[in-house]
């Protein structure tokens, strides 16, 4: 709804991309600081533009939450994503952790043989559009990025280690006189949040937001409450580093009267590169890679 991501994972990764930008434009009495940021902001644009190049797995969980925040009547599915032809393609591998029966399994690979060649055998403005409406949603999601440089204040709070990765530790707090510009970012005026640096070579390692005040979309049709919360975590895939979950919980509201929460887990694993192209069904790997579990 208001807060589905590719939306799924632009508010964490923005986050972090803010804090990056907005600490080097900002803060000048720390110059240590300011080179943590630069170096980071270069080697996390990378990270994020090599995602497209990946095959991987992908768990979603689902849960209705109640009013007292307690979890019941999870879901999950459980995909492999292929890059097929420039936009991705999720075939359907399991439900409830239970892999698809025979029977299921071939009607899921005939799913994905006749896309393959509905894709191989598009107009080229079929297959602009396609691919445009994939590159559209990355857009969005350096959009948001870059508002996030405007959006929050920062400072570095320490060093820790996660998972046995030496870590810089930032805050982010929103700016009392940021202005969105697009209703897309005005959730950004309600959140603060954490970032976990890699040390050595400046690699994300985790993102922490949450919503600390009310914020309203849809001319205060629907409205986004504390307790609104999203996490990304990341993990090394050969040289780059690439989700490895992403949690959103949502707290919020439709018309003052209807309220729902929700919460949303998505685990990725087993990348690998993808040269699935239009008329293949055999991915080609490469070399193998490190995968992000």
């Not at 240590?32 to 190049?53: C, F, H, L, Y």
């Not at 095959?55 to 979603?60: L, S």
Request: glycine fraction near 6%; proline fraction near 5%; charge should be negative.
């Amino acid at each position: 709804m208001v807060l589905r991501l590719r939306t799924k994972l632009i508010l964490a990764s923005s986050l972090g991309a803010g804090v990056l930008a907005l600490a080097a434009a900002h803060d000048t009495s720390t110059p240590a600081v300011a080179e943590i940021i630069r170096r980071s902001v270069v080697t996390n644009t990378n990270d994020w533009k090599s995602q497209p190049e990946f095959a991987y797995q992908e768990i979603d969980l689902k849960s209705k939450v109640d009013s007292a925040g307690s979890v019941h009547a999870q879901q999950s599915k459980s995909y492999e994503v292929l890059m097929i032809d420039g936009s991705p393609y999720h075939r359907l591998i399991a439900i409830n952790n239970t892999p698809l029966s025979p029977a299921q399994a071939a009607q899921e690979n005939a799913k994905l043989e006749r896309e393959t060649l509905r894709r191989q055998h598009e107009t080229p403005e079929q297959r602009r559009a396609r691919i445009g409406k994939y590159q559209n949603s990355r857009a969005e999601e350096h959009l948001l990025m870059q508002q996030m440089a405007e959006a929050f204040d920062f400072k570095l709070v320490g060093e820790e280690t996660l998972e046995g990765v030496e870590c810089y530790v930032l805050d982010a707090s929103p700016r009392p006189d940021y202005q969105p510009p697009v209703a897309r970012a005005r959730v950004l005026t309600g959140m603060r949040g954490r970032l976990w640096i890699e040390k050595s070579e400046y690699h994300w390692v985790k993102v922490e937001a949450e919503v600390i005040s009310p914020v309203e979309f849809g001319l205060f049709v629907a409205q986004v409450k504390p307790g609104t919360k999203f996490e990304l975590d990341q993990a090394p895939v050969g040289n780059v580093w690439l989700p490895k979950s992403f949690t959103e919980s949502v707290n919020a509201s439709v018309l003052g009267l209807y309220g729902y929460r929700t919460r949303e887990e998505e685990h990725f694993s087993d990348y690998h590169l993808n040269q699935l192209s239009a008329g293949s069904q055999t991915l080609a790997l490469a070399h193998p890679a490190h995968t992000a579990r």
